[in-house]
């Protein structure tokens, strides 16, 4: 993909040692990776979200008791009677309580399926975890296996200086 024009260079000097990380705690790295990944706090967003609707259908469970008052002064004031041409104040105040039977009855199936959604959503989450888990410990034995691997090739590499110096000094 490079340019015909384009200058290549070498990027890294694969010929010196390698800086092998520290690893560091298995259990440390999990935790990390699964904090930093967006997915698991959108699920936790889910599931408060799915929690406080369950708790929000719950008031469809019990009455709903209003509250009102208004006050007018006007000229004619319709609550009045007969109608007159003068100002004149009037007020009312009142209570009302409502209870809809139907939603009562739809709202305890309705929390349960929240419930399952929410408990679907935990599933998940942990699910996530897991699958965050495995792809850290995927990660980790592959570093283990290069640091086992840059340590062979060491090994190899003495042994073949060692088998040169030994035939240069038989040769001369």
Excluded: C, M
Excluded at 16 to 39: K, S
Excluded at 67 to 85: D, K, L, M, V, W
Excluded at 114 to 128: G, H, K, M, Q
């Amino acid at each position: 993909g490079a340019a015909p024009d384009e200058e290549l260079a070498i990027g890294e000097d694969v010929r010196g040692d390698v800086n092998v990380p520290e690893l560091g705690d298995f259990d440390e790295l999990a935790q990390r990776a699964a904090g930093r990944r967006g997915e698991l706090k959108a699920i936790d967003s889910g599931i408060r979200a799915k929690e406080s609707l369950r708790r929000a259908e719950a008031s469809a469970l019990v009455p709903r008791v209003s509250a009102f008052a208004t006050a007018e002064y006007a000229s004619p004031n319709p609550r009045i009677f007969p109608q007159s041409e003068d100002f004149r104040f009037t007020w009312a105040a009142g209570v009302q309580v409502t209870w809809i039977i139907n939603e009562s009855l739809v709202a305890k199936d309705t929390r349960h399926r929240i419930a399952a959604e929410t408990d679907e959503l935990r599933a998940d989450r942990i699910s996530l975890q897991h699958r965050v888990r495995l792809e850290v410990l995927g990660a980790y034995q592959a570093v283990t296996l290069a640091q086992s691997a840059i340590g062979t090739s060491q090994q190899g590499v003495e042994a073949a200086e060692e088998g040169y110096r030994v035939r240069k000094d038989l040769f001369a």
